[in-house]
Protein backbone atom coordinates (compact mmCIF):
# COMPACT_ATOMS: atom_id res chain seq x y z
CA UNK A 1 0.00 0.00 0.00
CA UNK A 2 0.86 3.36 -0.69
CA UNK A 3 0.92 6.05 1.98
CA UNK A 4 -1.07 9.34 1.87
CA UNK A 5 0.36 12.20 0.35
CA UNK A 6 1.17 15.29 3.78
CA UNK A 7 0.70 12.23 6.04
CA UNK A 8 2.09 12.74 9.04
CA UNK A 9 2.45 9.09 10.09
CA UNK A 10 6.47 8.94 9.41
CA UNK A 11 8.23 12.39 9.46
CA UNK A 12 9.73 12.28 5.49
CA UNK A 13 10.12 15.78 5.50
CA UNK A 14 14.13 16.68 6.10
CA UNK A 15 13.44 18.88 9.09
CA UNK A 16 14.42 17.62 12.80
CA UNK A 17 11.93 17.07 15.62
CA UNK A 18 12.76 19.27 18.07
CA UNK A 19 13.98 17.45 20.73
CA UNK A 20 16.67 17.17 18.11
CA UNK A 21 17.24 20.78 17.85
CA UNK A 22 17.17 21.37 21.50
CA UNK A 23 20.38 18.83 22.31
CA UNK A 24 22.32 20.58 18.78
CA UNK A 25 21.83 23.86 20.26
CA UNK A 26 22.31 23.56 23.93
CA UNK A 27 22.15 26.10 26.37
CA UNK A 28 23.28 29.56 25.75
CA UNK A 29 23.62 32.13 28.60
CA UNK A 30 22.76 35.30 26.41
CA UNK A 31 22.95 38.60 27.88
CA UNK A 32 23.05 37.36 31.47
CA UNK A 33 25.53 34.90 31.46
CA UNK A 34 28.36 37.85 29.97
CA UNK A 35 27.66 40.63 33.07
CA UNK A 36 28.69 39.98 36.38
CA UNK A 37 26.36 40.54 39.57
CA UNK A 38 26.55 43.87 39.23
CA UNK A 39 26.12 44.50 35.64
CA UNK A 40 22.79 42.32 36.36
CA UNK A 41 21.80 44.33 39.48
CA UNK A 42 22.17 47.44 37.30
CA UNK A 43 19.97 45.66 34.17
CA UNK A 44 17.40 44.76 37.10
CA UNK A 45 16.79 48.25 38.27
CA UNK A 46 17.11 49.61 34.42
CA UNK A 47 13.97 46.77 34.20
CA UNK A 48 12.31 48.53 37.25
CA UNK A 49 12.84 51.73 36.34
CA UNK A 50 11.11 51.04 32.46
CA UNK A 51 8.51 49.54 34.10
CA UNK A 52 7.43 52.28 36.16
CA UNK A 53 7.64 54.52 33.23
CA UNK A 54 4.68 52.17 31.81
CA UNK A 55 2.22 53.00 35.11
CA UNK A 56 -0.41 55.26 34.44
CA UNK A 57 -0.81 57.57 37.45
CA UNK A 58 -4.05 58.64 38.61
CA UNK A 59 -4.03 62.71 38.71
CA UNK A 60 -4.12 64.70 41.86
CA UNK A 61 -8.59 64.63 41.92
CA UNK A 62 -8.77 60.87 41.05
CA UNK A 63 -6.15 59.79 43.77
CA UNK A 64 -8.09 62.52 46.18
CA UNK A 65 -11.57 60.71 45.25
CA UNK A 66 -9.97 57.53 45.62
CA UNK A 67 -8.76 58.01 49.11
CA UNK A 68 -11.98 59.50 50.14
CA UNK A 69 -14.14 56.30 48.88
CA UNK A 70 -11.61 54.14 51.08
CA UNK A 71 -11.64 56.07 54.04
CA UNK A 72 -15.56 55.98 53.74
CA UNK A 73 -15.45 52.12 53.40
CA UNK A 74 -13.44 51.57 56.20
CA UNK A 75 -15.82 53.46 58.43
CA UNK A 76 -18.66 52.02 57.54
CA UNK A 77 -16.68 48.25 58.27
CA UNK A 78 -15.81 49.66 61.39
CA UNK A 79 -19.34 50.64 62.50
CA UNK A 80 -21.02 47.33 61.03
CA UNK A 81 -18.22 45.16 63.32
CA UNK A 82 -19.08 47.57 66.04
CA UNK A 83 -22.75 46.79 65.71
CA UNK A 84 -22.44 42.95 65.36
CA UNK A 85 -19.87 42.56 68.07
CA UNK A 86 -22.34 44.89 70.78
CA UNK A 87 -24.62 42.58 69.58
CA UNK A 88 -23.33 39.40 70.26
CA UNK A 89 -21.56 40.59 73.46
CA UNK A 90 -25.34 41.48 74.92
CA UNK A 91 -26.18 37.91 73.42
CA UNK A 92 -23.67 35.87 75.40
CA UNK A 93 -24.40 38.71 78.65
CA UNK A 94 -28.09 37.15 78.21
CA UNK A 95 -27.20 32.95 77.54
CA UNK A 96 -24.35 33.16 80.35
CA UNK A 97 -25.74 35.56 82.70
Do not use: C, H
Amino acid sequence: MTEALGSTATPESGRPDEDEVATKRGRRGGKRAKKGPFGRLALFYRQIIAELRKVVWPTRSQLSTYTSVVIVFVVIMIGIVTVIDYGFNNAIKYVFG
